[in-house]
């Protein structure tokens, strides 16, 4: 028996836009060395295509701002990075989904709105997933200690079963990514790669 429900499991995709992961991407140099050693990428692109004849619900959530970055009113961190090299800007080559993902067309939801770490900030992710009857989450994407944390978090809080591929996430370091991936994300969540994922979902 399947451990995972196809019709009951969501998985977001956060951060698969072109300045995180084209080669000329503006923030492409913050997860380059994760992204090439573990081939995060090509993991994602097989998970998906391992899961897309299932029931299960694929979900991007991009993060896009407007041109004068009105929405950070005082950024720090990482937002700051993003406001001060004019990544992820409406418009923009750079704010685009890659084209890895746009292959698989309706196929994904895209949910707008995301404009800072947490997916289910500003979005209707939440009542997406709810309408849909999805108890599981599986995250994939960037930046592990950002965004996926954040997300995940979010998720756990709302009442949902949480499980992170390792093999689909990137860190800024590989450092970060095994921190996160050992230490921090067993708290709260069940940790997988993809082809774990793919087993306990029957595909």
Same mark, same amino acid.
């Given at each position: ?7 009951? $499991? =969501?998985?977001?995709? %956060? ?7 084209? *080669?000329?991407? %503006?923030?492409h140099?913050?997860? *380059? *060395? ?11 692109? =097989?998970?998906? !295509? ?17 041109? !004068? ?11 700051? =990075? ?9 418009? $923009?080559?750079?704010?685009? $989904? ?25 979005? !209707?992710l ?21 965004? %996926? ?10 009442g ?13 370091t590989?450092?970060?990514? *095994? ?9 709260? =969540? !069940?940790?997988k ?11």
């Amino acid at each position: 028996m399947s451990e995972l429900k196809p019709d009951s $499991t =969501a998985v977001i995709l %956060i951060g698969y836009q072109n300045d995180y992961f084209a *080669e000329d991407g %503006i923030l492409h140099a913050v997860i *380059e *060395e994760v992204d090439r050693v573990n081939h995060v990428l090509d993991n994602t692109i =097989a998970m998906l !295509d391992g899961l897309k004849d299932s029931e299960t619900l694929l979900i991007a959530t991009p993060i896009i701002f407007t041109e !004068d970055y009105s929405e950070l009113s005082d950024p720090q961190g990482i937002l700051k =990075a993003v406001k001060d090299s004019k990544a992820f800007c409406a418009g $923009t080559p750079g704010a685009e $989904t890659i084209d890895q993902l746009k292959a698989f067309g309706e196929r994904i939801m895209e949910i707008p709105g995301k404009r800072g770490l947490n997916a289910f900030s500003n979005t !209707d992710l939440a009542k997406l997933l709810q309408d849909k009857g999805v108890t599981h989450v599986v995250f994939a994407g960037a930046v592990t200690s950002v965004c %996926i944390d954040s997300s995940a978090r979010a998720a756990f809080d709302r009442g949902f079963k949480v499980t992170i591929l390792s093999d689909c996430t990137t860190g800024r370091t590989i450092f970060e990514q *095994e921190f996160y991936c050992n230490d921090i994300f067993p708290i709260y =969540a !069940d940790v997988k790669n993809k082809d774990e994922l793919l087993q306990a979902i029957g595909s």
